[in-house]
């Protein structure tokens, strides 16, 4: 079972950290991912970490701004967000599944979502 939280309402420019917390013993075997969904749009992918996080992957439109991390003794992982621009707001979900690039197009378990609002 995935938890999501950390969301909020920010300034632009502003940074906020989503967390995101696995139950269960099995959290390191998992490539782990957030995905974001604006009301009335897709639900689309944003970043995602491997098992051990020696592998990143990010959207072309959050590079540079996010940063995606984990911590397998915590169960948890991270997005860090900062220079944040309107058109990050939106419900970010956080997602599990085999592999890092699995994860990103079919994740095998995913947590609720959190909001991010980001004031212009």
């Known amino acids: 079972q995935l938890q999501a939280s950390g969301g909020g309402l920010v300034q632009a420019g502003g940074s906020l950290r989503l967390s995101c917390a696995a139950s269960?013993?099995?959290?390191?075997?998992?490539?782990m991912g957030w995905f974001r969904r604006v009301p009335g749009k897709e639900r689309e992918f944003v970043a995602a970490i491997s098992q051990r996080a020696n592998f990143r992957s990010y959207a072309d439109s959050v590079k540079g701004r996010f940063t995606i991390s984990r911590d397998n003794a915590k169960n948890t992982f991270y997005l860090q967000m900062n220079s944040l621009k309107p058109e990050d707001t939106a419900v970010y979900y956080c997602a599990a599944g085999g592999t890092i690039v699995a994860v990103q197009t079919t994740p095998i378990s995913w947590g609720q979502g959190t909001l991010v609002t980001v004031s212009s």
């Open positions: 269960g013993r099995t959290f390191s075997s998992y490539a």
